[in-house]
């Protein structure tokens, strides 16, 4: 299986900050490579589908980038509504795995 | 507008089976996938599986094989998945997500709301 190893599992940000979350897979899988946020209590949103594809009405403050083994997720400007766990996942092969998640916590 | 609307909560003893269901509405269901993901309290996300809603193909967690089964019912655009001989580590949020790319596994572009199964004796 590919491993995806997401970092930082978690960060502390005040509101206008720039945080930026890496995701490493163990080996090259190409853009496939997504990026979702989830709430508490909520069901995961897809922000970023094949690493750097900017899913509708997702504001532009979300950027992704990266290929083959290593990514990045970044907000520019964080917001209030964006204090929530994120995680990335493969889908070049199977079995689909995701990152371990990284909390985003307000500072 | 697009929605998946899944079963209700389930409490389950050890060796039971669960099946939820996830009712589809406000797309054409047979054009995209649906994958399975669940989530253990306070835990991340887990891959179960994706089944193919236009010919029922499927595939599944190597560490899901043989008690896990997904199915559709293309008259009532519903998915289901059936996991048997549950134990304490089965207790999760279960979810259902449609395929963006209409088929393969992710990503993952509507979800279902979650169901939560607890397994306890």
């Known amino acids: 299986d590919i491993q995806m190893t997401q970092s930082p599992s978690s960060l502390s940000a005040s509101v206008g900050d720039r945080i930026t979350i890496t995701c490493q897979a163990s080996q090259d899988i190409r853009v496939y490579l997504n990026w979702y946020q989830q709430k508490p209590g909520n069901a995961p949103k897809l922000l970023i589908s094949?690493?750097?594809h900017l899913e509708t009405g997702v504001p532009s403050r979300f950027t992704g980038s990266g290929y083959g083994a290593d990514f990045t997720f970044t907000i520019s400007s964080l917001q209030p509504e964006d204090f929530a766990t994120y995680y990335c996942?493969?889908?070049?092969?199977?079995?689909?795995?995701f990152g371990g998640g990284t909390r985003v916590e307000i500072k | 507008q697009i929605q998946l609307v899944q079963s209700g909560t389930e409490v389950k003893k050890p060796g039971a089976s669960v099946t939820i269901s996830c009712r589809t509405s406000?797309?054409?269901?047979?054009?995209?996938?649906i994958s399975w993901v669940r989530q253990a309290p306070g835990q991340g996300l887990e891959w179960m599986g994706w089944?193919?809603?236009?010919?029922?193909?499927?595939d599944y967690a190597q560490k899901l094989q043989g008690r896990v089964t997904m199915t559709t019912d293309t008259s009532t655009s519903t998915a289901y998945m059936e996991l048997r001989s549950l134990t304490s580590d089965d207790t999760a949020i279960y979810s259902c997500?449609?395929?963006?790319w209409g088929t393969g596994p992710a990503p993952n572009d509507y979800w279902g709301q979650g169901t939560l199964v607890t397994v306890s004796s």
């Open positions: 996942q493969q889908y070049d092969k199977l079995p689909v795995t």
């Open positions: 406000g797309y054409t269901f047979t054009k995209y996938a």
């Open positions: 997500a449609r395929v963006k």
């Open positions: 089944i193919s809603t236009y010919g029922g193909n499927t």
């Open positions: 094949d690493a750097s």
